[in-house]
């Protein structure tokens, strides 16, 4: 195994503390539940429905669509007949060029007025922790629900948010004509611009939410943040110039996993079923350099600790 310099491992070191929250993840259940009625949105149509809840996470280098902005057609095509083929591909054209993380797609369960979806443990990078979504109201000429830009990082605390919850109102996409719950409308020209219409004259909507979106936070990771398993749990020689490292506490753990600096996932570390207190795992395959251990352990509590090769 290659040495490193005592400088060039402070030096690392250093970029390390500096960039360690920038990559770090955070897992989220997004949920968005519908209370659209027609008390307060107007006589509903026998096949009041929603379209997938889709969209995805990114940086601030990229706008799906904006209030007052013109829609896109991946947005336009979602708004008139909640089709998300074009949406979709704007999502990878932003994922290609590093300014999203990944794509998100949940139906709605049962597909009706009154429903709910749930996009169930999803994975939110610090590089990436601007969230939207939309859902078109359907039928209706171009009417949706949705969320913009959401941050989910808060750098005031310098954190992940907690638990919130939001209410949520009815958009006119500004795409094609038309006041009531119908399809096949003409197209709107010149093109207008997204509007919230919760309450404004002509549309069957009152100033009464539409719905709530709760973002509910479940964990963090590669964190350097010693959490209770973290302080319990100690990795030995640290740091390391050996082909082998121990974790102390090994039987508490049922998974371990080793990330790279960029928080990629480098090395799942097999625990026995032993009653053993210490574990040796093989770092021969490691290059120089800091790594962050995730640790599981058997109640399901994360943590994490840091590991430099030399």
């Known amino acids: 195994m290659k040495k490193i310099t005592l400088t060039g491992l402070l030096t690392l070191a250093m970029l390390i503390s500096f960039n360690s929250q920038a990559q770090s993840t955070a ?4 949920n968005f539940t519908s209370t659209w009625n027609s008390s307060d949105h107007g006589s509903l149509p026998s096949n009041a429905h929603w379209s997938n809840l889709v969209g995805a996470n990114h940086n601030s280098d990229i706008t799906f669509f904006e209030m007052g902005g013109t829609a896109t ?3 336009e095509n979602v708004a008139e007949t909640g089709s998300n083929t074009v949406f979709n591909s704007e999502v ?3 994922i290609n060029n590093g300014n ?3 794509w998100l797609n949940q139906s709605f369960a049962p597909f009706a007025a009154i429903s709910s979806a749930t996009l169930n443990n999803i994975v939110i990078s610090e590089d990436y922790p601007l969230l939207t979504l939309v859902s078109m109201i359907a039928p209706s000429p171009d009417w949706i629900i949705a969320v913009n830009r959401l941050n989910l990082w808060d750098t005031g605390m310098n954190k992940w948010k907690e638990t919130f919850t939001l209410d949520l109102f009815p958009y006119d996409a500004g795409t094609e004509d038309g006041f009531g719950y119908s399809g096949n409308n003409a197209a709107t020209n010149p093109r207008g611009v997204i509007t919230n219409i919760a ?3 002509g549309y069957p909507f009152n100033s009464a939410k539409i719905g709530t979106l709760t973002i509910t936070f479940k964990s963090t990771t590669l964190s350097t943040n010693d959490f209770e398993i973290a302080n319990k749990v100690k990795l030995y020689p640290n740091p390391s110039d050996t082909d082998f490292v121990t974790i102390t506490n090994a039987n508490t753990l049922s998974k371990v996993e080793v ?3 960029l928080g990629k996932s480098v090395k799942q570390i097999e625990i026995s079923n032993s009653n053993d207190n210490e ?7 490691l290059n120089k350099g800091l790594y962050i251990v995730r640790l599981l352990n058997t109640t399901g509590e994360f943590g994490s600790k840091k590991l430099i090769i030399k």
């Open 279 to 285: 574990q040796i795992f093989d770092v021969s395959d």
């Open 199 to 201: 309450g404004v004259s």
């Open 73 to 75: 057609t991946g947005i």
């Open 27 to 30: 897992t989220y259940d997004i």
């Open 100 to 102: 999203a993380q990944q």
């Open 92 to 94: 990878q054209i932003a």
């Open 259 to 261: 990330y790279d600096v």
